[in-house]
């Protein structure tokens, strides 16, 4: 499967930004699809996940804020964030692992996105 994530931007703090990740390929709604971030000088950390079976896991620092959806007959998977923090700033990439375990790791996921860069002005 391939990944295209798209719709990063420059937003104020408490502003929302819907992010979009398009796949292709067969057998998209087999597969879980998540969302990692990596600010400068960190660690790429885990956002979100909708896994195959249609769960949905997220980060501690983003529940309630973000929530991730996805549509497998389009074959994409949106990550919808609001109340936006300066601490959100970071570029966002989207990745997809057949069917789904430790969905929190990036480095079981053999697919991955290009990232795109959200960045949260005070």
């Known amino acids: 499967v391939q990944l295209q994530a798209s719709g990063g931007g420059l937003v104020q703090a408490g502003d929302s930004l819907r992010l979009s990740c398009v796949g292709s390929?067969?057998?998209?709604?087999?597969?879980?699809v998540a969302w990692f971030r990596q600010a400068p000088g960190k660690e790429r950390e885990f956002v979100a996940a909708f896994t195959w079976s249609g769960s949905t896991s997220y980060a501690d620092s983003v529940k309630g804020r973000f929530t991730i959806s996805r549509d497998n007959r389009k074959k994409t998977a949106d990550l919808q964030m609001n109340s936006l923090k300066p601490e959100d700033t970071a570029v966002y990439s989207c990745a997809a692992q057949a069917r789904g375990s430790n969905i929190r790791t990036p480095g079981v996921y053999g697919y991955w996105g290009q990232g795109t860069q959200v960045t949260v002005s005070s």
């Open positions: 390929g067969h057998s998209f709604s087999s597969y879980t």
